[in-house]
């Protein structure tokens, strides 16, 4: 009797250091830092990723899990898909046979049409607005170095849709990088940002890399060129992942998450004029 309840003790004292460690290993799988102090139940989550056709399709898998379990942990609303194939990328068209937690919207590029807008209402008050572009098409107009007809009506429709979203937090995704006052001729650069600048845009996410100076801008993981050894495959695996969206009235946080699901990077955006309230 005696030799049984030692063992029984023993045997409850294993468990609940198991559910211990299980409990502290599944709360916050992404977070090893204490950035999501600052959360609260009234936050948005939501998740970016870049086109998946580049990856192949086991990898596809691999990274679907991972933005589920964060989907599921964070109770993310929405994805945004930065692919320039919008509905027909095959990242997206994956992740409803893989995941059902995955069968929230999926926001992209609408067909034929280089722009559009999504208005989402924040969970207790506000609105955040994500404007799909084409800056490639931009720029391609641009190539020739001088304005045309097709030039001027892009901006006139960039203008357009920036002005029709007056949500709270206004984010622009694109599949391209953002024009560079180098490459671009410098006129027309500046107008751009003068225009995303007027209309109050936040924050500029793209699957190419950035280099704007006026502009807080942020990349997608997209399996980039592998820096320095360009045989070990390891190493570009690195470079794929999601971004993890954390959105309240006064701020707006990104965590940049590698394919083993660790954050790599943080990036914070405070509302301007909106820290007092
Ligand atoms: C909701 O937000 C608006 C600003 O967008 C503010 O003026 C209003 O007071 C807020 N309402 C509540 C109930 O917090
Ligand atoms: C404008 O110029 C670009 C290249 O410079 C060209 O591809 C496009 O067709 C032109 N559009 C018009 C309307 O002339
Ligand atoms: C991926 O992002 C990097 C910056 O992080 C950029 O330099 C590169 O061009 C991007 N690659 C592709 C294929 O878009
Ligand atoms: C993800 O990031 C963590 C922390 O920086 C690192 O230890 C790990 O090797 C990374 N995973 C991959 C697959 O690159």
């Known amino acids: 009797m005696k030799q049984s309840s030692w063992g029984c003790t023993i045997f409850i004292q294993l468990s609940l250091c198991l559910i211990v460690y299980v409990s502290l290993h599944l709360g916050h799988p992404f977070f090893s830092s204490n950035d999501v102090d600052n959360a609260t139940p009234l936050d948005l989550y939501f998740i970016s990723v870049a086109g998946g056709g580049f990856r192949p399709l086991h990898r596809q898998t691999h990274l679907l899990r991972l933005m589920e379990k964060a989907a599921e942990t964070y109770k993310a609303k929405f994805v945004v898909s930065s692919s320039e194939h919008g509905e027909d990328d095959p990242l997206l068209q994956h992740a409803s046979r893989v995941s059902s937690s995955l069968k929230i919207p999926w926001y992209t590029r609408k067909k034929g049409s280089g ?89 500029y996410i793209s699957e190419k890399g950035c280099t704007s100076e006026s502009l807080t801008c942020i990349t997608v993981p997209n399996q980039s060129e592998n820096r320095g050894l360009t045989s070990d495959s390891n190493k570009r695996e690195m470079e794929d992942g999601f971004l993890l969206h954390r959105v309240s009235f006064s701020e707006f946080v990104t965590y940049t998450i590698n394919s083993s699901g660790q954050v790599i990077d943080t990036r914070l955006v405070k509302q301007k004029g909106k820290e007092t309230i």
């Open 115 to 203: 722009y559009s807008r999504e208005r989402i209402a924040m969970p207790f008050n506000g609105s955040l607005d994500v404007v799909f572009v084409d800056i490639g098409s931009l720029q391609q107009d641009l190539l020739g170095g001088t304005l045309n007809g097709s030039t001027i009506s892009q901006l006139k429709r960039l203008t357009r849709i920036l002005k029709a979203a007056d949500g709270d937090w206004r984010i622009v995704v694109g599949s391209d990088s953002l024009l560079t006052l180098r490459k671009e001729p410098k006129e027309f650069a500046r107008t751009f940002y003068q225009i995303m600048t007027k209309y109050g845009v936040n924050l």
